[in-house]
Each structure stands twice: as structure tokens, then as C-alpha cells.
């Protein structure tokens, strides 16, 4: 479960010295996240059992800076997926130079009982099968 994704960077993502605020980067993060959700498990899907994703932890490492003329691409994969865990690894890079990276982790949550559940088995059949 891969996608990628190029970013643009937004004159509100930089500070004055044009370089991306470390906290666009979560955001990067979290795009990439929903493309992989759009593309494996869409949320709709995850809804009508009135489930959803949730976060526990995210990690980030900040190796170069970006700037306001950077153009860079965004990768994310699952690198985990158990019962009702799940872990998301991420790269931001340019010109095959990683300038961020990190993880999520997170549970597939049922919003009625408050509680972690576990994802169908169809989904994670396709897990394994990848």
C-alpha cells in the first residue's frame, strides 16, 4: 500500500526566511495518509460501520530544509497493518534527497464503543497479498 503524491508549497506553508515551517510537514503527512486511505480503505467505507481512523503518534525527522521554490514529491506506505494497529511510513524528498521523513501510528476506532476494533479481513487479506 504506496501512493505518492507531489507537493506544492504555499507561500503560507514558509516563514520569512522562506523556508517550510516544520509543522507543514505533519500536514504533508496527513495528506499523504488520506491518499492512502482513498486508495486502499476509503473513508466512506470506513463510515457506514461508523469506524475511523485515529493517531497515536506521529514522528518526525527533519534532515534539509525546504523552501518557497522547492518542489517536492511526498511517499507514504503502510508498513505495518495488524487486527487494529496500523503504522504509515513517510519521505518528503527532492531530486532523490530525503528532506523529512517519519511514521504514524494509528487504530481503527469504532466512534460507538470508544474503542479500538479490528479491520475487516477482506482488507487485511490485501494487505498480506501486497
Not at 504506496?2 to 507537493?7: A, H, K, N
Not at 499523504?32 to 525527522?61: C, G, S, W
Not at 527532492?94 to 479481513?121: A, L, T, W
Amino acid at each position: 500500500m504506496y501512493v505518492e503524491l507531489p507537493i506544492k508549497v504555499k507561500t503560507y506553508h514558509v516563514d520569512f526566511m522562506q523556508i517550510v515551517s516544520n509543522t507543514v510537514y505533519v500536514q504533508y503527512f496527513e495528506d499523504l495518509r488520506t491518499a492512502i486511505l482513498d486508495e486502499y480503505f476509503p473513508l466512506d467505507d470506513m463510515m457506514e460501520q461508523n469506524n475511523a481512523p485515529i493517531l497515536a503518534e506521529t514522528n518526525v525527522k527533519y534532515k534539509r530544509p525546504l523552501t518557497l521554490k522547492s518542489n517536492p514529491l511526498g511517499k507514504a506506505w503502510v508498513e505495518e497493518l495488524e487486527k487494529g494497529r496500523w503504522k504509515v511510513r513517510f519521505e518528503i524528498v527532492e531530486d532523490d534527497k530525503i528532506h523529512c521523513e517519519g511514521h504514524q501510528v494509528g487504530y481503527y476506532f469504532n466512534m460507538d464503543s470508544n474503542r479500538p476494533v479490528r479491520f475487516p479481513e477482506d482488507f487485511l487479506q490485501s494487505y498480506r497479498d501486497m
